[in-house]
């Protein structure tokens, strides 16, 4: 009864779901090209994609990279595989390479061990050295049995076989549809390690950062995304989680918002639920390196976790509702499709009080994103600290330049963002540097 109930596609809402209302002034206008790659995305791709990755056994960071049938190497192969053959259909149009680092880390027994990520690139036209990173961690583990032994069976099917799945499918229907690219870079990474400490997703946080060629624009994972049951049998397939890192008006949070404004413009009966924190309690993921290191990151989950199918022998194909890990992945397609499309938010923001006035008034400046042919002009956003969606929108035109005025800005958080001639709009960008954090917490950031 239950794996056939896995099937269906109208179930209980989230108890939480309705209390989250909807944005208002994000002004997202679906896009016919955008709304014909996320009907693209298909449950049965990811189902064969998954059920061979299942079928490896294993793909724990630490098992057999030899075998052509089991463990992380013959699994990293098929993936790699599956990346040329998209390719191939687009006439070349996704650069496919594996991402290799050399790490040790008490995981692995501080030995090193050669984790290498799957990476499929679809180069951006006008602005190729923005970069959107799309990740799900392909490997999987026995993490709570046995000391995560490497050998014994660990199938990953939810945990991350479901991110990994969903890369997969973005993959190919980017490649499909998009085969000349967008305006931004878009990357398609199964990253390995994740069970280790994030290595794979720090060694590419890290390579990436490390070319000031690049702006790394957004960062997304996508780990246990397939789930529709908790353990007491209740079932939610009309909601997802975005985790928005802090702080409130950061990149990341803006960026969850901006999710959930996309994602629900071209799904408007599934619910993106913000989530305000950087992951579950007392877990992780692999959008945290890029966090940490200043790039806006978010986290995609299911809304119900069963924990008895994660890190487990038990973490089974029958166990994931391909239907939703389908809305998932349409999620992600929008939101990078819009992010792509769309030109990079303004930067250089100043904000200052003209004081001879009456304190009320401000200037508002910023700089042109670079590589925008089709920039229209920017948006001044304004949102009460206290309020989950941006309240007020004024467009300004193609200036860099505005006065605010009569307007109690200590109260409200304000932002900019482009626009350009098709109606795609990057996320907020804050004129409000967000505050330090104190000491011990930017320390337990890091790891101290």
């Known amino acids: 009864m239950k794996k056939t109930a896995l099937l269906l596609t109208v179930l209980l809402v989230h108890p939480l779901a309705a209390q989250q209302s909807k944005p208002a002034g994000l002004q997202v206008e679906r896009n016919a090209q955008v709304a014909d790659l996320v009907g693209a995305v298909a449950p049965d791709h990811m189902q064969r994609y998954l059920t061979k990755l299942v079928g490896f056994g294993t793909r724990h960071t630490l098992s057999d990279t030899v075998s052509n049938t089991r463990g992380i190497g013959a699994a990293r192969r098929y993936i790699y595989e599956q990346y040329q ?27 090193p061990v050669n984790v290498v990520n799957v990476v499929a690139k679809l180069k951006g036209r006008t602005d190729p050295n923005r970069v959107i990173v799309m990740m799900g961690h392909y490997d999987s583990c026995q993490c709570n049995i046995r000391g ?55 060694g590419l946080a890290d390579t990436l950062l490390g070319d000031p060629a690049l702006h790394v624009q957004a960062a997304f994972t996508n780990d246990v995304a397939g789930n529709i049951y908790d353990p007491k049998g209740r079932a939610d397939s009309l909601t997802m989680r975005v985790f928005g890192p802090e702080p409130d008006d950061g990149a990341s949070r803006n960026l969850a918002r901006f999710v959930k404004a996309v994602g629900e413009t071209y799904q408007p009966n599934f619910q993106v639920r913000v989530i305000e924190r950087l992951d579950r309690m007392g877990r992780g993921g692999d959008h945290r390196p890029f966090w940490d290191r200043g790039v806006a990151a978010v986290r995609f989950s299911e809304s119900f976790e069963d924990h008895r199918h994660q890190h487990y022998p038990e973490d089974k194909l029958e166990f994931v509702s391909f239907p939703y890990m389908q809305k998932i992945a349409r999620v992600n397609a929008a939101t990078a499709a ?90 907020v960008a804050s004129f409000h540097s967000p505050e330090s954090l104190p000491r011990y917490m930017t320390e337990r950031r890091q790891g101290r």
Request: charged letters at 20%; aromatic letters at 6%; proline letters at 6%.
């Open 85 to 111: 053959q998209m390719s191939k259909a687009c006439g070349g149009c996704l650069d496919v390479y594996y991402d290799s680092h050399i790490v040790s880390a008490p995981r692995t027994n501080n030995q």
């Open 148 to 202: 995560g032994d490497p050998a014994g069976d660990a199938p990953g099917a939810n945990d991350d076989g479901s991110g990994t799945v969903e890369m997969m499918e973005l993959a190919r229907v980017f490649s499909q549809k998009f085969p000349q690219g967008l305006d931004a870079t878009v990357m398609f990474v199964t990253v390995a390690g994740e069970e280790q400490g994030l290595l794979g997703a720090t």
């Open 338 to 427: 819009h992010l792509a499309l769309a030109p990079a938010a303004p930067d250089s923001l100043r904000i200052r009080r003209n004081t001879q006035v009456s304190g009320h008034d401000f200037t508002l400046s910023w700089k042109a994103p670079a590589n925008a042919p089709d920039l229209a002009g920017y948006e001044i956003t304004l949102r009460s600290t206290t309020s989950p969606y941006v309240d007020r929108v004024i467009p300004v035109g193609n200036v860099t330049t505005y006065k605010l005025e009569n307007t109690q800005a200590d109260d409200m958080w304000v932002g900019v963002r482009s626009v350009d001639k098709d109606g795609f709009r990057s996320p």
